[in-house]
């Protein structure tokens, strides 16, 4: 059955199908998930590869529309929405942490983390660019912030796409694999920060991750398999 639907969710998906293909040859890839995330929570999404985790995440970002099904995002529901008015609710209400980074080569670390602002507020400003330098300094790059991409490390870059996350102070976070280019010291120290915004700012997290040691840290599980939630 459908979770109920109360004024602190932040997401409800309900009996939400995803498949792919055409000329009647498809291929279900989610069969009737039901799942809300209320407001601060801090949940894993666990599951084998293949299992359908990543197509959930696409689908909560709003990257992705479901075949059947709908998504309820601060109580309005999507399917209702235009492509101009996914987007900004897109802007407005969702962090990514994506696998792979998707820094812009041409910045530098200061310039990505700020980008969500200045797309959102139509210039930069000192504010902006002292709010991206705070961030850059809590995960540890505060002598990188005015390298480009090309100058980093992999794991530096994803610190850099966790910052440009949370710059915005969005309500909801979605983090797949944020801590798979980092050794086992550097993981604990950024899940610890993210560990700390989420109790600092309400923000909810939903977090993909094969890391079953952090998955134990968080204060709620989420397993898929073979495209449904089995716990």
């Known amino acids: 059955m459908p979770e109920t639907?109360?004024?602190?969710?932040?997401i409800q998906?309900?009996?939400?199908r995803k498949q792919y293909g055409n000329d009647g040859i498809t291929t279900e890839v989610l069969y009737g998930i039901d799942l809300t995330?209320?407001?601060?929570?801090f949940t894993a999404l666990i599951g084998p590869s293949g299992s359908g985790k990543s197509t959930l995440l696409n689908i909560i970002g709003l990257l992705e529309q479901p075949?059947?099904?709908?998504?309820?995002?601060?109580?309005?529901?999507?399917?209702?929405?235009?492509?101009?008015?996914l987007t900004?609710?897109?802007?407005?209400?969702?962090?990514?942490?994506?696998?792979?980074?998707?820094?812009?080569?041409?910045?530098?670390?200061l310039e990505n983390v700020m980008?969500?602002?200045?797309?959102?507020q139509g210039r930069s400003t000192s504010a902006q660019r002292e709010r991206a330098a705070g961030l850059l300094e809590r995960v540890g790059l505060v002598d990188r912030m005015n390298f480009k991409p090309d100058k980093l490390s992999g794991g530096q870059q994803q610190?850099?796409?966790?910052?440009?996350?949370?710059?915005?102070?969005?309500?909801?976070?979605?983090?797949d694999e944020p801590t798979g280019n980092l050794d086992t010291a550097a993981a604990d120290e950024i899940f610890?920060?993210?560990?700390?915004?989420?109790?600092?700012?309400?923000?909810?997290?939903?977090?993909?991750?094969?890391?079953?040691?952090?998955?134990?840290?968080?204060?709620?599980?989420?397993?898929?398999?073979?495209?449904?939630?089995?716990?």
């Open 13 to 16: 998906l309900t009996d939400v």
């Open 115 to 120: 980008m969500p602002l200045m797309l959102e």
């Open 88 to 109: 900004l609710l897109r802007g407005r209400s969702l962090g990514f942490v994506f696998q792979f980074h998707h820094l812009i080569p041409a910045f530098t670390a």
């Open 192 to 231: 610890k920060l993210l560990l700390e915004v989420n109790e600092e700012s309400g923000a909810t997290f939903l977090i993909v991750t094969h890391d079953p040691r952090l998955a134990k840290r968080c204060r709620r599980v989420v397993e898929l398999v073979d495209g449904r939630i089995v716990s």
């Open 159 to 175: 610190r850099v796409a966790i910052a440009r996350a949370l710059v915005a102070n969005a309500p909801l976070i979605l983090a």
């Open 67 to 85: 075949t059947s099904g709908t998504i309820q995002v601060q109580g309005r529901d999507t399917g209702t929405l235009s492509e101009e008015e």
């Open 37 to 41: 995330l209320q407001r601060g929570e």
């Open 5 to 10: 639907m109360c004024s602190s969710a932040i």
